[in-house]
């Protein structure tokens, strides 16, 4: 057992913010004195750990003390998506450190001010505070969403781009989402439609056929077939799309990204998501942009 003073030098943490995790039962010490002192043991300092890992994310205490009461909390599996959403956070940390170093050397950069998604981020954070239960049902959980939002500002210059081309500018484009946020609910039914289920499925069948054989070459004229369906499919039935290289550029980057990878090899099997990745990745490299 150890003492608040303790635990407090142990983790950096100040005795008051211990107190105060006590206070809104974020969490309990271990057992208290006959003297009313806090003592804390090793499974309370695991969990303490826990929490800190979910401050480092951005997380805030109620969001944490929600995740952490659920009866189906695992936290080896806690751990794994936390560790996934720190390698993004450094992934976009290294970017701007090599921006930095390029600046540094005296290179010329490019103004970002016109890819500027903050007011869409800021949008997604305020949906995510507001409609917790909405967020949990369509994309499992608060860790989820939190990924999406991270991969979002990862790629914040390449989707800002692919905004610009089809809304016009980012400022459209953010009025377009916060009006897709105001009304998610309804929207989420309206795509339930017998419509959207039949593109949902034929999506489903090109993607099983090009995951079909994991062993075969991806450029093998048969994948590369399939890869080109598939992409004509999106284009199709994904109103002002045009398949030119930033585009699929992001579709690679989506495949290769770790929430993205988990759900996709569950559904197609181990390395299905790689394999997408590369797939379209080929194609990319071997073929002339579809803009038609």
Known sequence: MRTISQVAELTGISPRTLQYYDEIGLLKPS?????GYRLYDDEALQKLQQILFFKELGFKLKEIKEILQKPDFDRIKAFKKQKELLLLKRN???????LLSRLEKGEPCMSFKEFDLSDY???????????TDTVIKHWGSIENFDMFIQKIKDDEAEVAKLAIKQFGSV?????????????FS????????EEAKEIAKQSDILYGKLTADLSENVSSPKVQAIVHELLQFIRKNSTGVSLDKPYLNILIDTYSNDYIKSITDTKYGKGA?????GAFRYYSKNNTPENN
């Open 92 to 98: 976009r940390t290294d970017r701007l450190i090599q």
């Open 186 to 193: 309804e929207i989420m039914d309206t795509k339930l439609s």
């Open 121 to 131: 981020i800021n949008a997604l954070e305020d949906f995510k505070n507001n409609s």
């Open 273 to 277: 998501s790689d394999y997408i990745a």
């Open 171 to 183: 400022e459209k484009y953010t009025e377009a989402m916060k009006y897709n946020l105001e009304h």
């Open 31 to 35: 057992k208290l004195t006959q003297s």
